[in-house]
């Protein structure tokens, strides 16, 4: 029977429904778990990429600075007399080879084109640069004093172009860094878009599933079950519904009409076996009535009779044998009667079997239906953990502004240090003071710095966890599709338990024809026994020729049979 509103297209039996279901949902499931992972993966990249790229280049132009800036004010005081030119000329060579090594550490990262332009113009600096602190170290070693302090004017001018330079690079890490996290946040979009969809579409088809097993399954299998109550009460006029069916149900309608067109012939059969009883029982009264009325007729007459009585004597062992037949096959019928009612009690038996494997069919839904609640709760965290990585991004976003406007004061900062060095000859006060704001603003740029790998740290947690909820949605679909196996068992045993009602009503048909046979075998043991009667009516002709008496109470006897 076609259901209302669902397309022809779709499988006829309960089971392949029950599976085209579940296969679906855990299609479904697996789509969302592959989103999520790749949202994850591109998530743990972009993360990566920002924080190597862009991040850790923040950092190394930051101690590039203090590099520089460690180098002027070793050659300022090695100028002032302030230290020994010897350890001012190893200061510088060590700030040298660390400003090298940052450098060359950052040119190795991944860069894009206009940061390789950037690159090549920071690179001309670094080379003019480089070979005015050798002469820095060249002149302090060998302590000429007035080419130490033009070398040192230079390198001072030249800062303003290594600045800027320097500046335009770190605008250009923030503003990557600012496009990689819009990108981030597109494909964090994308991905719970296409996880709620995909969920969506299986709420649709546990929807379909639930439809399917109470309209398909639960109402028709009740229908069916009070039909066979009714029947078992003795109700044959009830309707069976659902016969026209292609599903299980259908086969299941057709079993229990079987069983019911035997029940009525059992039935028709029982009431036609009473009536003939009580005929049989009414014609034996009225003969041992007239037998006894005739036995005491005839008994003065007995040994007038004797050699018609030893005809008759031979005639009646004949019909003692034929007697004796129509007794066997009256017990062949009464055995054909028990198996009939055998056959009967084995159909009961195996529609409880049925009744079991619906049970068991309802337990499996109600475990389908507890499996699909935690897919759903699954679902649930995996969309938590997603908003809470989107919340670590925007805060990555708000620290590396704030690395933004710090960096940007450390630059006019370092600025005015440089040019007030310059201009401060023996008043270093101002400077002191210049320095100690930078230094300030450089300890604000590490705290920054750990807030963010506190961040990212917190990031790729919750990233783990979102690892470990997708694992338990992959739990799930396993159980799912372990239960849909038990599902197909539990019908599998719901069709051996109708091959066996309808192999038992072939049997009670077969006890049928048996009991046909033998009536048939007792219908001929009559007719012999019929002409056995008229052999002895025959022997009686002959002795109503020597007794008038006789002949009269044999034509009353035979009337009085034909009465009965």
Request: charged fraction near 20%; aromatic fraction near 2%; hydrophobic fraction near 45%.
């Amino acid at each position: 029977m076609k259901c209302p509103g669902v397309p022809s297209m779709l499988p006829v039996t309960i089971k392949s429904r029950l599976i085209l279901m579940l296969s679906f949902m855990g299609l479904l499931l697996l789509i969302s778990t592959g989103v999520g992972s790749l949202a994850l993966t591109w998530s743990n990249a972009s993360l990566k990429s920002n924080f190597e790229d862009r991040l850790v280049p923040l950092g190394r132009f930051l101690a590039m600075r203090d590099n520089y800036d460690r180098i002027i004010e070793s050659s300022r005081s090695a100028a002032e007399g302030q230290s020994v030119p010897k350890a001012a000329a190893e200061s510088i060579e060590r700030n040298a080879r660390e400003l090298s090594k940052a450098w060359s550490d950052y040119v190795a990262t991944s860069q894009t084109e206009e940061e390789s332009a950037l690159i090549a113009v920071m690179q001309g600096h670094m080379t003019r640069n480089g070979t005015m602190i050798a002469d820095l170290v060249t002149q302090l070693s060998r302590g000429n004093s007035d080419a130490h302090a033009a070398a040192h004017e230079t390198l001072l001018m030249r800062m303003p172009q290594f600045q800027q330079a320097m500046s335009k690079l770190t605008a250009l890490q923030i503003r990557e860094s600012r496009a990689e996290f819009d990108r981030s946040q597109v494909a964090a979009s994308w991905s719970g878009g296409a996880i709620l969809a995909c969920l969506l579409l299986a709420c649709g088809g546990l929807a379909y599933g639930v439809l399917t097993v109470l309209g398909g399954v639960v109402r028709p299998i009740n229908a069916i079950t009070g039909t066979m109550s009714r029947l078992a009460a003795g109700d044959l006029a009830v309707s069976i519904d659902g016969a026209a069916r292609r599903d299980e149900i259908g086969a299941m309608a057709r079993a229990v009409q079987v069983f019911k067109d035997a029940m009525i012939a059992r039935r028709e059969a029982d009431v036609s076996g009473t009536r003939d009883a009580e005929t049989k029982a009414r014609r034996s009264q009225a003969l041992d009535q007239a037998t006894a009325s005739f036995e005491a007729e005839v008994s003065g007459l007995s040994r007038a009779l004797a050699s018609a009585a030893s005809e008759m004597e031979a005639t009646a062992q004949g019909m003692a044998r034929s007697a004796s037949t129509t007794t066997e096959q009256s017990a062949s019928v009464a055995s054909a009667a028990e198996q009939m009612s055998a056959n009967v009690q084995m159909v009961a038996s195996a529609s409880e079997e049925m009744a079991s494997s619906i049970g068991e069919i309802a337990a499996q839904v109600a475990r389908s239906s507890g499996m699909s609640d935690r897919a759903a709760a699954d679902a649930a965290r995996t969309d938590a953990i997603i908003r809470s990585l989107s919340e670590g991004a925007e805060k990555i976003g708000a620290v590396v502004g704030m690395i933004s406007a710090i960096a940007g004061q450390t630059n006019l900062l370092a600025l005015n240090a440089t040019i007030e060095a310059a201009r401060a000859g023996e008043a270093g006060h101002g400077f002191a003071v210049v320095a100690g704001e930078v230094k300030e603003l450089a300890d604000q740029t590490s705290q920054a710095t750990r807030t963010i790998s506190a961040q990212i740290g917190h990031i790729q947690n919750e990233t783990r966890q979102a690892v470990a909820a997708i694992q338990a949605i992959g739990q799930t679909i396993v159980e799912l599709q372990t239960i849909a196996g038990g599902v197909a068992a539990a019908m599998e045993q719901q069709g051996a338990a109708t091959q066996e009602i309808v192999r038992n009503v072939a049997q009670a048909a077969q006890g049928t024809q048996s009991v046909t046979g033998n009536i048939v075998a007792v219908r001929d043991v009559a007719g012999q026994t019929g002409a056995a009667s008229a052999r002895v009516l025959a022997s009686a002709s002959e002795l109503t020729r020597r007794s008038e008496q006789l002949g009269a109470a044999v034509s009353g006897f035979l009337t009085t049979v034909k009465a009965a």
